[in-house]
């Protein structure tokens, strides 16, 4: 077949490739908020996600989708999911690089660094995250139960993963999961129907026998869940492991996995209950605000994950684009797609910018100090809070809109799958994803608006932007229009367009402090007079190429 024709003009493989040394933008962020963060782990890191072998194994991950064993051969009921030997490279990657619970056992600066090698490990798969991501943010909910805690705390925060179906006392590492969402509602879990029968009370703390269902229930080979359901008491929350105390699985039943757009390597169940055992985490009738601790956590890894995932799309467009020839020069060359690209450029180091200021307000705030010198615990205490909703909600949004420009920039090989060799279409199909669940983008604007209820957000804004003040008329108009609508109080119907201006107004605030004055400018040139609506509408007078050269160095060359 040779005769016909020769491979030509295509773009090498995106592989063996550092990650974290081709991202500016995170090294820049990161060195900001925490100058003394461990240049080896993060280069690790980033050469072990980027490798050859490793994005192999993500490759098969995905397109080898997880398979549910509800019963064997007997009739007995097993109630397990297999999965490929690739989602078990990835999450042994994962753990071992101590991205689950490792960071609540670390010091200042632990949930920063996690937070950086969270985005980077997204670039390997970012399916497997889920569990990684609930096993993180599980921790602070599961220490309203001492006793619950001691006996799964070390097991989350091991650099290990332990895969067998055994009982956790017996395991090396340990992951957990959650359970909300249930048919007849996910947003308002307080029409949840699944029942908490009181059965006592041993060292685990007042113990229930649980009796319902849950329609989306993921990652179901978890060790433990925390699942709300209504005691006497009320909606209550409460630790659901798959193996009792006594050496006895739990019975829940794993009705089918769902059929999912992306995702792939993930499973995500339905699942029931029936007599299944449960213990109390804090306090009966209190449920939605201990496991809201949680989803809080996991809000913060759906910004970091689709700041990750556009990295990647934008990464994949640049190395693309800088190979393959058109009409006699390179993609990138042309000055058309040079301002797609820079404007994407734009848009990733502000996704970054924004995720990893969101996770040290986290840092700070868990530590009660910070690991810049000179920052204000009370107000990471506000950023916290005001930043949670707001980064998942305008990072999320952002995330598909960019995947499908830089899918584009591919040209028609970026809409190839071929046996899961087509990242491109991975990275589109997953992105919707980081913003539905977890609170989809109009819970996400109404959380906004209770932040601006209990806290002075009006002051903590201002606080935020004090340094970029006056650097840009752009940033200014911004700034007022912001602290206007902040004053001016809740309105539902325009809580979309308060956390747009919000997220870009500190998006610029943030980029002002660690990316160069070219980003900063070109940003709110760009985006502070009005969101564009496409990308590659930069203004004349631009830094282009010098966008597009940071976003990946190698091009300089
Ligand atoms: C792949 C996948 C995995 C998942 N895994 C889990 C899991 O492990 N555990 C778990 O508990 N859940 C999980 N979920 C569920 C997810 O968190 C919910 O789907 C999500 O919270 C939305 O809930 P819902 O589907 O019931 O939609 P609804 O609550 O019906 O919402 C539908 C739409 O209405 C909007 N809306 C709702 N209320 C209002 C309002 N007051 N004002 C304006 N708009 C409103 C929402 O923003 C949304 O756009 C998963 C979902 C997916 C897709």
């Not at 009738?285 to 689709?306: E, H, Y």
């Not at 809409?415 to 990275?427: C, D, N, S, T």
Request: charged share 20%; glycine share 10%.
């Amino acid at each position: 077949m040779t005769a016909t024709h020769a491979v030509t003009n295509q773009a090498a493989p995106y592989e063996d490739v550092d990650l974290w040394a081709a991202n500016a933008a995170l090294r820049d962020a990161l060195a900001w908020h925490h100058p003394g963060h461990d240049r080896a782990r993060m280069g690790a890191l980033g050469r072990s996600a980027g490798s050859a072998a490793l994005q192999q194994q993500a490759r098969l991950a995905h397109l080898h989708r997880p398979a549910l064993r509800t019963h064997d051969r007997f009739g007995r009921r097993v109630d397990q999911v297999e999965f490929h030997p690739g989602y078990h490279a990835l999450m042994t990657h994962a753990c071992q690089a101590r991205l689950h619970g490792a960071p609540w056992r670390e010091g200042p600066g632990g949930h920063l660094e996690r937070a950086a090698g969270f985005m980077l490990a997204t670039e390997l798969e970012p399916a497997v995250l889920c569990p990684v991501s609930m096993s993180y943010a599980v921790v602070p909910s599961l220490r309203a139960n001492p006793a619950l805690e001691a006996a799964f705390g070390p097991g989350l925060a091991a650099a290990a993963y332990d895969p067998r179906f055994a009982p956790a006392a017996g395991k090396a590492g340990l992951t957990m999961g959650m359970g909300m969402t249930e048919k007849q509602g996910g947003s308002d879990v307080r029409a949840n129907t699944t029942r908490a029968e009181p059965d006592g009370e041993d060292a685990w703390g007042q113990r229930f026998r649980l009796t319902g269902h849950k329609w989306f229930f993921s990652a179901p080979m978890c060790d433990a869940f925390l699942v709300l359901a209504h005691a006497p008491q009320g909606l209550s929350c409460f630790f659901l492991p798959r193996w009792r105390p006594d050496g006895e699985v739990n019975p829940i039943a794993i009705q089918r996995l769902k059929d999912k757009l992306g995702n792939h390597a993930n499973a995500s169940a339905e699942v029931e209950f029936d007599g299944t055992l449960a213990w109390l985490v804090g306090e009966a009738g209190r449920g939605v605000p201990q496991i809201l601790a949680m989803g809080a956590l996991t809000r913060l890894d759906c910004a970091l994950g689709t700041a990750g995932l556009m990295r990647h799309a934008l990464a994949l467009a640049l190395h693309h684009t800088a190979q393959r020839r058109a009409f006699g020069r390179r993609l990138v060359e042309h000055p058309l797609m040079l301002n797609v690209l820079a404007d994407m450029a734009l848009e990733s180091e502000a996704a970054t910018a924004l995720a990893l200021r969101l996770a040290a307000a986290v840092d700070a705030t868990e530590h009660g100090r910070a690991t810049r010198a000179g920052a204000d615990l009370a107000h990471e205490a506000v950023m916290r809070r005001l930043l949670t909703p707001v980064a998942k909600f305008w990072v999320c949004k952002r995330g598909s809109l960019l995947a499908q420009e830089a899918m584009e920039c591919v040209g028609g090989n970026g809409y190839v799958e071929e046996q899961g060799e087509g990242v491109m279409a991975r990275i589109y199909r997953e992105m919707p994803l980081n913003s539905i669940w977890e609170g989809a983008g109009n819970i996400m604007a109404l959380d906004l608006l209770r932040a601006l209820r209990g806290h002075d957000v009006a002051a903590a804004v201002a606080h935020e932007c004090a340094a970029a003040r006056g650097t840009h008329p752009a940033f200014d108009r911004a700034l007022e229009r912001v602290l206007h609508a902040v004053e001016r109080g809740p309105d539902e119907a325009q809580a979309r367009r308060l956390a747009r201006e919000t997220a870009l107004l500190l998006q610029a605030a943030v980029l002002r402090r660690h990316a160069p004055e070219a980003v900063f400018d070109s940003f709110c040139a760009s985006r502070l007079d009005g969101a564009a609506d496409v990308f590659g509408l930069l203004g004349a007078g631009l830094p282009l190429e010098g966008l597009v050269t940071r976003a990946l160095p190698s091009l300089a060359s």
